[in-house]
């Protein structure tokens, strides 16, 4: 269990038991003017959560355990620009044969189709190019932008946004890759491929987090 964020009460009780503990709940509940039955979900989340231990006859003591929120303040700080990869790119007009020589050629699982501007204007992953294999012999006649999933419905990150936001698109859109894009000024929905960010930038990011000291 990792609260994302102490509620005010329960940040008062941490500091409380901090300076005095241990300290039972009835001293704890004396020092906010309040009941104990009142202060019993903090206590149960602060305990639970690991920041505070509580010892039979003894009361609650601060464990200094930090670790969770630390961590979880971490990774949404963690940002897409420092852990992508370059953008594999096919361009509209390429062959479905050209794309799957790509994906293999470049060990890649979705290509970014790029339009005549070498804009973003869709995506295709190794599915879309099975699917269309099955049962079509001329892969060479068939671009890769009549298959592709085309824009607007491409979801994107930016560079700035977090590796934590990426991870939650990827995972609600069931998708295994984003493009990284910057928008074009002055120009709707004109979006420029900088990068891309997989499921595998999500697994070395969380392999690198694992080897530092965070907390
Ligand atoms: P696969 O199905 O090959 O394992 P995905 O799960 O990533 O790969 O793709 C599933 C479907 O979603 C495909 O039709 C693909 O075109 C589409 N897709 C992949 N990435 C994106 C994206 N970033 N935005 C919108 N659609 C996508």
New binding site residues.
Partial sequence: MIPIELSKRQEQILKIVQERGPITGDQIAEHLHLTRATLRPDLAILTMSGFLEARPRVGYFYTGKTGNRLLSEHIRKLKVKDYKAPPVVVHEQSSVYEAIVTLFLEDV??LYVLNKDNLLA???????L?RTSLGNKNLEDVPVGII??RMP????VGPEDSIFEAANKLIE???????VVIPVEGMKNALQVVGRCTKTTIARAFVQMGKEEVI
């Fill in positions: 699982g979705t869709g995506v295709v992953s190794r599915k879309d099975l592709m999933t419905n491409v979801i994107t859109n069931q998708i295994d890759s984003l493009p």
